[in-house]
């Protein structure tokens, strides 16, 4: 068992290289020996846990797509106070996107890899898990704010999950080509004024 572990841990380590090289230079730059350099392993230690590169590159993707599914579920899992709902709701939006150096890092790791994606089938099953995880959410988050007296029907609740959820997809970008304090601020702004939006309309 401690075997295994300690191989697990290993794969988890050298994904995160993968992360490094991918946020600061483009998932293309994480080459076996790239990533190697970057986690303090040889060459030979990446490919007894990877076969090829493109092994390695869609465990890394797939253990993003994990950790933040983990992360969506567990909010989701979060009580709301009825007299504070939007702010709750507009607090738990808001992590999904890059407004700290941590978060800024973790959009730009799905940035690289989600342009990846588009031309690499191998990794668009992962980019489709984490759209999904992202329609979840922004569904959960409009059922929450409507409530259960609500009388729109499910069909306009869906319309505003997907009007959020694209929402959220253009503040990211926009974010990570201008990560300044000033777009930040305005961007707690536009979704707050969103979820006050569909509070009021309910």
């Not at 890394?60 to 989701?76: C, G, I, S, W, Y």
């Not at 507009?90 to 690289?112: F, N, Q, S, Y």
Request: include cysteine; proline fraction near 3%; hydrophobic fraction near 40%.
């Amino acid at each position: 068992m401690p075997k295994l572990v300690n191989e697990e841990k290993r794969r988890e380590r050298i994904a995160e290289a993968v992360w490094n090289i991918a946020a600061d230079q483009g998932l293309e730059r994480a080459t076996i020996r790239a990533v190697a350099a970057e986690c303090g392993l040889s060459v030979g230690s990446i490919q007894h846990s990877f076969r090829t590169q493109e092994e390695l590159k869609r465990f890394a993707m797939e253990l993003v797509v994990q950790r933040v599914t983990t992360r969506l579920n567990d909010a989701e899992g979060l009580p709301v106070r009825a007299g504070d709902k939007t702010a709750a709701i507009a607090g738990l939006l808001m992590e999904t996107l890059p407004l700290d150096a941590e978060r800024e890092k973790e959009a730009r790791i799905w940035a690289a890899f989600s342009t990846a994606a588009l031309t690499d089938e191998g990794l668009g099953s992962y980019s489709r898990q984490m759209n999904s995880a992202l329609e979840r959410f922004c569904l959960r988050c409009i059922r929450e704010l409507n409530g259960p007296e609500s009388p729109k029907e499910d069909r306009d609740i869906r319309l505003e999950a997907m009007h959020l959820h694209g929402l959220l997809d253009g503040l990211a970008l926009a974010l990570l080509t201008d990560p300044s304090h000033a777009r930040r601020q305005e961007t707690k702004r536009i979704v707050r004024n969103f979820v006050e939006q569909c509070a009021k309309t309910r």
